[in-house]
């Protein structure tokens, strides 16, 4: 690994980073491929600790989260609140299991409610479906749909998808001992993703809606979301609405300004927006013919070269970009007999 990668991936390392104003980032550890750890954030006081986001719920998870906790002084019964940016099993299931035990208040915006219901449906109807399959036949990628049959991909952790405490509205002010934290509805990602904003310390726990390193997955959902992208460029635009903030983000270290990253990653749409026009232009008319003729990640790969779960992401987010330019006018959808959806020039 060069030393830029290593650096890259420093802030998956195990320990806390003192953040200051008593507030801490603990990196948990996650068993995915592309992401190796999510980020939850510590606020704390005498009495207790109030943690943004959650981890997934499996052992080594919850054995680095009671670790780190010990470190500054406190245990698992201590945590008072979860503060949950948005639904991803990364973020809340250890809340819920924790909760068990401990009776911790689980906060979440309410627009997740609709991913709730669709992922118990999801879970009961079969238990290794995931987000983004059922949309696949209506993007026109047949063939991964196959493969994702050949694979019998398993969740990477069971739980119970309990309901939270509390369902926050937008713009909810959540006074706690030491600070003012207002969730700010920024749907995207998912459709009910929230942000926690602390003003008074130029703070934004960012969740996954502004990510330092890479660009957050738009609409991955069970509920599904055809305008993902356009909620998400919304959101966007209400963040820069916003004053300008540290960025505490879920995934990545923590930076200077969010502002910085916005304006990168609303670049970056635009970019891709041009790839995927001209990708019409050429004459591919379904989602997945025009995924297969971008490249993906910042390394500018072949979309053949992804893995499986990265290419259902790649049709999806292909499929988000081409609503955003319908909604334009620059190209025009229809259906072909198949229910596939078809894009041409307007």
Partial sequence: MSHATADRYAWTEPG????????????????????????VYAITDPGGVDLIDAG?????????????????????????????????????????????????????????????????EMVNGGGNRFFGVDGLRRLGALELITELAAQNRQPPAIIDWEDPDRWLADGTDLDLRTR????????????????????????????????????PSIGFEAAGNRMALSDYLGSLARTLALPDARLLPAHGPVTSSTHDRVHELLAHHDTRLAETFSAVRDGQATPYEVAKAIKWTRRHKAFADLDLFSQVQAVNETAA??????????????VSAEGTDLYQVA
């Fill in 56 to 120: 997934i719920a499996l052992v080594p998870a919850r054995e680095r989260l009671t670790a780190a906790l010990a470190q500054i002084g406190y245990e698992l019964g201590d945590v008072r609140n979860f503060f949950v940016t948005h639904i991803h099993i990364d973020h809340y299931s250890l809340a819920v299991e924790l909760r068990r035990t401990f009776h911790s208040l689980i906060s979440l915006g309410e627009e997740e409610r609709a991913n709730l219901i669709a992922t118990r």
């Fill in 180 to 215: 003012t934290l207002r969730a700010v509805h920024t749907p995207g990602h998912t459709r009910g993703h929230l942000i926690y904003h602390d003003a008074a310390a130029q703070m934004m726990f960012a969740g996954d809606h502004v990510l330092p390193h890479i660009t």
């Fill in 16 to 39: 806390v980073e003192d953040l200051g104003g008593a507030v801490y980032r603990i990196p948990l550890p996650l068993p995915m491929d592309g992401l190796k750890a999510v980020n």
């Fill in 321 to 334: 970009h081409l609503e955003v330019l319908a909604v334009r006018g620059q190209v025009t959808r229809s």
